[in-house]
């Protein structure tokens, strides 16, 4: 990890068709490259971003029972045919595609179908249940309008997560215990103050309310009411109130907002798998219907969402758990400088600190200025002023301010 055998380059400038903050950042790091509206590649620095978000949501899922699969990109239209979908004309958005044969198929646009098509080989009992089963994968979805960066795009990456459960009650046990999950997520990745579970339009699924949760950010396309007291909030969609007084909501307390959808998770009823006539037989030998619930988290859209939050005038300000690296190392000087910047990023790598090291020939405030814009949470330099000393400047970006500290201190400080 040096900056010398990077093939990305910093930028001061961003494409001039991009006009999303999260993306220009992105884009002028050297995170990310943009392809087209709406469909952009992960470059090096911030595939590890990417990765840091992805092992968060998979450690809270695994946490509450869920099996990690891979489901295909390339979707059989006969099942959608099963549930009504393939030609419904509310899904407007489904790229699809045809086979050399002529054979119809559909592209990743969303996995209901396809898991419980492969889980109907392996559920038959009442044991076999309840079952959480979830994905991180590319979804492909032909927006009219692809806008706002990594907020809203045609290829994204999505975790999609399903419950498979024996009765309403064993549903909503799995529901509220994937609901908590999503609230740990958004603590660790440190949105947790700013983001609120929302009562939102069951839609063709159930007459019951859906949960989105909602993070608050001046470029949300969602008007959110909050109480912030209760910390749950409606979606103005649902906004009426009959509504309100089912949810104990008081009119009162709310306060109009402006959120970015960051997680959904909403009841499927037995829709799914009654169409796929996939049933399970109870204790005394009786079929019975196995009801659905679906958990949506926006992977690269959380990405975006974090690069909007976590920036400032210079750049990106990663919070340490998903940073692409924790430290930026700096060398400034003669060949002592180099010597004894070489001496401790060896040791830092050896101590499991992950480490960018930028031992190019360049002046001090380019560097300093790409630690900045890149988001890097703390930045040593190794000077020739204060290696005969001993001594390390430490400098974390949130804050700015640098210390100069020992090493024993500088590597106390790291961990």
């Known amino acids: 990890m040096r900056v010398s055998q990077l093939f990305t380059k910093t930028s001061k400038t961003a494409p001039s068709d991009e006009v999303a903050k999260n993306a220009q ?26 990765e840091n978000i992805k092992k968060v949501v998979r450690e809270e899922m695994n946490g509450i029972g869920g099996q990690e699969v891979m489901m295909t990109a390339l979707q059989p239209k006969d099942i959608f045919e099963k549930t009504d979908r393939w030609d419904d004309a509310k899904v407007d958005n489904w790229f699809k595609t045809k086979l050399a044969n002529g054979t119809e198929l559909g592209l990743g646009l969303t996995h209901e179908e396809p898991i419980v098509d492969a889980l109907s080989a392996y559920v038959n009992s009442y044991k076999d249940l309840p079952i959480f089963v979830y994905q ?6 032909n927006e009219l309008r692809a806008k706002s960066g990594l907020l809203r795009g045609r290829e994204f990456v999505m975790k999609d997560m399903y419950s498979l459960a024996r009765s309403q009650e064993e549903h909503l046990e799995l529901y ?39 993070t608050l950010s001046d470029i949300g396309e969602d008007t959110i009411y909050v109480d912030e007291e209760k910390r749950l909030a409606i979606n103005e969609e649902v906004y009426t109130d009959e509504n309100l007084a089912k949810l104990g909501l008081d009119k009162s307390k709310l306060v109009e907002k402006k959120g970015v959808e960051v997680g959904n998770i909403f009841p499927l009823e037995t829709k799914y798998t009654d169409a796929l006539d996939v049933y399970y037989t109870d204790e005394n030998g009786n079929k019975q219907q196995i009801i659905m619930g679906c958990y949506g988290i926006g992977i690269s859209r959380l990405m975006g969402v974090l690069a909007e939050h976590f920036s400032d005038d210079k750049g990106l300000v990663w919070p340490v758990d998903i940073a692409p690296v924790k430290v930026y190392l700096v060398r400034i000087g003669s060949e002592g400088a180099v010597k004894h910047a070489d001496e401790l990023y060896n040791e830092l790598i050896n101590k499991g600190v992950e480490v960018l090291y930028d031992d190019r020939d360049e002046r001090p405030g380019t560097k300093f200025a790409d630690s900045e814009l890149m988001g890097i949470p703390f930045r040593v330099t190794v000077s020739d002023r204060l290696i005969e000393s001993g001594k390390y400047e430490f400098t974390p970006r949130t ?9 024993e201190d500088l590597l106390a400080k790291l961990g």
């Open 25 to 50: 950042l992105l884009i002028r790091a050297g995170f990310i490259h943009k392809e087209m509206a709406g469909v952009y590649a992960y470059l090096p620095l911030g595939l590890r971003v990417l």
């Open 176 to 214: 509220e215990r994937a609901a908590e999950a999503y609230h740990r997520v958004y603590e660790r990745l440190g949105i947790g103050d700013i983001t609120y579970r929302t009562a939102a339009d069951g839609g063709i699924f159930t007459k019951r309310f859906s949960d989105e949760f909602q």
């Open 136 to 141: 991180i994968q590319n979804k492909f979805r």
């Open 399 to 407: 804050t700015g301010t640098t210390e100069v500290l020992t090493r």
